[in-house]
């Protein structure tokens, strides 16, 4: 077992994996978007209260999930890269953070442009849009340091080291926002509950997320290979490409 | 090992010496303060309402155009080389360097609040909420700023990468901050937030000296 995971720090070990798994990842997300897809937009019902306009829940939900669960992964990638100094961490983390932001960005515009039919307004300063805001923000200033940094490896360890103090600081900034708002203004436009979703609703959702999931570790093995093809390149393995397989 | 007083004393006067590092943030502070009743109105109950937020957002500005300049002048001469291989520990003299900055520049910071803050209208109660907000606020400010200023100490010529990075991990401090100023303005109890702005600076000065120390052993070293 020990000796298995000990064998992942190989970036040549790491690469033929993603390999493999690509193909596998390709036909699983394209098998769950496409039976997501018509979950969302024909089986499902309209919603009682939003009419068809709840079917943003579908790209909102998934895409919230991954920008939290994307940091939590690179956290995890970070200590690694510190702790046992594992160099394909660090790729890991490079080729995610972008894909991270992204998702933070796609919950934000999703959420806007659901909040304008359902709350009146494209924003509001509540806390949950709050913390999502900063989050992207935080994606945005770790990217910038990795970018600014001369040499790749200080910024891969400036990086790691960011990235955790941001894991550490996230919980603060959600709990001080949510009592900063709570305390600032009482739900005036929030004030529908959602009502615990429909299973006809709730099946396609969870199709959604586990799409979006599988998505991302397709494009985070498609980003890693190239990404360790680029570090790597004047190594044995990577010299010897094609006779790998 | 350096007695602390030394310590203090060698940080403090390269400070004082240095004046336009210190002194232009305050000018800053104060200029840029006066900024906003001239942009939005002169009205007494919108600057009431807004007067908090203004000086605390632009105590964190002041405090961010000295960042950038916190460990490079030591790094860029070797001195910080020299304090990472001393036997010294790291903690000591990190700590030393912001109590002096701290001193130098939050001090004079918070006897010009109450001055800016009559310029707001604000009530005696908020002013004097608002000084002790800053003055349970701003070190925690510092002390996160400083890790963030030992992790970019080796980028040279990009003075606004600091400013990207910090301000998002900065949010909840000017938060509490402006939420106790608020509250006392409206006459509504206020020592929670401040309660909450202890806490958080304590654990910052517990933490924060040693990590702080931790990390620029490593940038240096790299």
Redesign the interface.
């Known amino acids: 077992m020990f000796n298995w995971i000990h064998r992942l720090g190989s970036a040549a070990v790491c690469y033929r994996l993603a390999s493999r798994l690509i193909p596998w990842m390709a036909i699983l997300t394209t098998g769950l978007i496409i039976y997501g897809v018509i979950g969302a937009l024909y089986l499902s019902p309209p919603d009682y209260q939003q009419g068809e306009g709840f079917r943003i829940i579908f790209v909102h939900v998934p895409s919230a999930m991954l920008s939290l669960g994307i940091y939590f992964y690179i956290s995890v990638c970070a200590i690694i890269f510190l702790v046992w100094k594992i160099k394909v961490a660090d790729a890991l983390i490079a080729v995610s953070l972008p894909l991270g932001a992204l998702f933070t960005l796609i919950t934000l515009v999703t959420g806007s442009l659901w909040g304008k039919p359902m709350w009146g307004t494209y924003w509001i300063w509540d806390a949950r849009l709050t913390s999502e805001l900063i989050l992207l923000f935080i994606y945005g200033g770790i990217i910038a340091l990795r970018n600014a940094l001369p040499t790749p490896k200080t910024a891969a360890k400036a990086g790691a080291f960011l990235i955790l103090i941001g894991l550490v600081d996230l919980p603060v900034i959600h709990y001080s926002v949510s009592w900063w708002n709570t305390l600032h203004q009482g739900s005036t436009l929030l004030k529908f509950s959602r009502p615990s979703i429909a299973p006809a609703m709730l099946q396609p959702l969870l199709v959604m997320i586990g799409a979006f999931f599988s998505y991302s570790m397709l494009y985070v093995c498609i980003a890693l290979r190239g990404e360790l093809l680029k570090r790597e390149k004047d190594t044995h393995w990577v010299q010897n490409i094609n006779s790998l397989d | 090992m350096v007695p602390l007083a030394r310590l203090f004393k060698r940080e403090w006067l390269s400070l004082y010496r240095q004046r336009s590092e210190w002194l232009h943030p305050l000018l800053f502070f104060l200029i840029a303060t006066g900024l906003f009743p001239l942009a939005t109105s002169p009205k007494p109950a919108l600057l009431e309402q807004m007067g908090g937020g203004v000086i605390w957002v632009m105590a964190l500005l002041a405090l961010l155009l000295v960042l950038p300049r916190l460990f490079q002048p030591d790094y860029k001469d070797g001195t910080l080389q020299e304090w990472v291989l001393s036997p010294t520990s790291p903690r000591v003299w990190v700590s030393m360097k912001l109590l002096a900055y701290w001193l130098m520049m939050a001090v004079p910071l918070m006897v010009l609040t109450p001055i800016v803050g009559i310029l707001f209208h604000l009530s005696s109660t908020a002013i004097e909420v608002l000084v002790i907000s800053l003055v349970l606020g701003t070190p925690s400010l510092w002390l996160v700023g400083a890790?963030?200023a030992a992790?970019?100490v080796?980028?040279?010529g990009?003075p606004m990468?600091i400013s990207?990075?910090?301000?998002?991990?900065l949010?909840?401090v000017l938060?509490?901050g402006t939420?106790s100023v608020q509250?006392a303005s409206q006459g509504l109890g206020y020592r929670g937030e401040l309660g909450?702005l202890g806490a958080?600076l304590a654990l910052a000065l517990t933490l924060l000296p040693t990590l702080i120390g931790y990390?620029l052993r490593?940038?240096v070293l790299?």
């Not at chain 2, 990207?164 to 991990?169: G, K, N, R, S, T």
């Open positions: 890790l963030l992790l970019t080796s980028v040279e990009k990468l990207l990075v910090v301000l998002p991990l949010t909840p938060m509490l939420l509250k909450l958080v990390l490593v940038m790299e």
